[in-house]
């Protein structure tokens, strides 16, 4: 089969299957705008988001189509994409970032915007208030605490890290949050709290060859989509400068991170999945309060500790959702 002849081919049979699906009835579409493709590591993420939607009714290729759209950690991708799922006038736009949540509302203001994973959404200027949002965009915050407590968790397992490298991203403003709870936590369990802002994947560079100079003793990069797209890098970078580090999602420690701290992604998900069967039932964005993380996880990777010469307190080791062995 020649070329010419495969392309129709494949054209007609996209086409059967998308007259065959709108014969069924209202076909529904999605525009989702996230970091990666899923990985054999955060493929349960999507999984748990496909079965909330399949729970409210909603199967991919029966009565939905999702355009999916993946920035590789280049943040200023999502401008074009929120405006190319505008344009195919979707139904719904799902957002797993602050940069694409942003984004996605710049570009429409009238299509629901559901948040999957972002922190403050009212500082972004996402919405009115977390109660009553306003506008289009909805969903879920990542908004907590939690920063403070990765430190806290840092010094239990090493008590010795008293000069602590941040990565973190000054111009995001959960970031910014999350630094200043950092700083105040540092302050109380007297430990000094080194400022690395990360923007690009140059600052990356620069910001590891400073904490090399300033011979760190411990190591908290807040989750970013520089840093997880660069995650392997990261853990990597911790385990040849035998540095302890504390994650915010469960992905690094998977990839051999010391330990992780903060919102179960999946149940996030799965949550955002009811917000968008409930639109796509009728109900208006600016009537569904926007709600927080309620479920954590905790991930200790024993081999990693091991390599590091560390004893995990037995006390932690109970508390934590998963233990890499």
């Not at 579409?29 to 990666?36: E, F």
């Not at 991203?169 to 080194?194: M, W, Y």
């Not at 392997?232 to 990839?255: D, W």
């Amino acid at each position: 089969m020649d070329r010419r002849a495969f392309i129709a081919a494949v054209t007609g049979g996209l086409l059967a299957a998308s007259r065959a699906v709108e014969a069924q009835g209202k076909v529904y579409r999605i525009g989702y705008l996230a970091t990666t493709p899923p990985t054999p590591l955060t493929l349960p993420l999507w999984e748990a988001f496909e079965e909330g939607l399949r729970e409210g009714g909603y199967v991919e290729s029966q009565n939905l189509f999702i355009e999916r759209r993946y920035s590789e950690g280049k943040p200023e991708r999502f401008t074009d994409f929120a405006s190319e799922v505008v344009r195919l006038q979707v139904d719904v736009i799902v957002v797993t970032s602050t940069p694409a949540a942003k984004a996605a509302k710049q570009a429409t203001g009238t299509i629901p915007i559901v948040m999957v994973y972002v922190g403050d959404p009212v500082g972004s200027g996402l919405v009115a208030s977390l109660a009553r949002p306003g506008g289009n965009v909805t969903g879920l915050s990542s908004q907590a605490e939690q920063a403070g407590k990765q430190l806290q968790l840092l010094q239990e397992v090493a008590p010795g890290a008293s000069r602590v490298a941040v990565i973190w991203d000054p111009s995001n403003p959960p970031h910014v949050r999350s630094f200043k709870d950092v700083e105040a936590s540092g302050q109380t369990l007297r430990i000094e709290v080194r400022s690395h802002p990360v923007r690009t994947f140059d600052e990356l560079e620069i910001a590891f060859a400073a904490i090399e100079r300033e011979r760190a003793t411990g190591f908290l990069p807040f989750d970013s989509q520089v840093a997880f797209v660069n995650r392997r890098r990261l853990v990597e970078f911790a385990a040849r400068n035998r540095l302890p580090a504390v994650y915010g999602v469960r992905a690094y420690a998977n990839e051999g991170g010391l330990m992780s701290y903060g919102p179960s992604l999946a149940d996030l998900f799965r949550r955002a999945s009811t917000y968008v069967a409930k639109i796509l039932k009728g109900a208006k964005p600016s009537d569904l309060p926007v709600e927080q993380p309620t479920k954590f996880e905790f991930v200790i990777n024993l081999k990693t500790a091991k390599a590091l010469g560390l004893t995990i307190p037995p006390s932690l080791l109970q508390r934590a959702d998963q233990v890499i062995e």
